[in-house]
């Protein structure tokens, strides 16, 4: 594992978010990838990068919601579906 990185604090003004958030997002799920050194949570930059242009829209239209079997939000097992619609069955 490689690359610069950055505490709470410094990894939420980075992405001008408040560290709330992103200690929310780490707890309900949703928020750029994190490690754990020891009791420290760390960011690195490749990760907030790659979080944030997977944020990239051209429009409000084009927001999608991943959701998998299990309901977790995760990219390789993920069924993407228009935000707002319900999964089958």
């Known amino acids: 594992m ?10 939420a003004k980075r992405l001008t978010l408040s ?14 990838t994190f490690c754990k ?17 997977n944020g ?5 239209a084009e927001y999608l919601t991943c959701i998998t079997d299990n309901g977790e939000d995760e990219a390789d097992q993920a069924v993407v579906r228009p935000a707002g619609s319900a999964p089958p069955g």
């Not at 560290?19 to 750029?32: A, D, I, V, W, Y």
């Not at 990239?56 to 409000?60: Q, W």
């Open 19 to 32: 560290p709330r958030t992103l200690e929310t997002m780490r707890t309900k799920g949703g928020g750029p």
């Open 37 to 53: 050194l020891g009791r420290r949570v760390a960011y690195r930059d490749s990760d907030l990068e790659e979080w944030a242009k």
């Open 56 to 60: 990239l829209r051209r429009n409000t």
């Open 2 to 11: 490689t690359g610069n990185f950055l505490n709470t604090i410094d990894a």
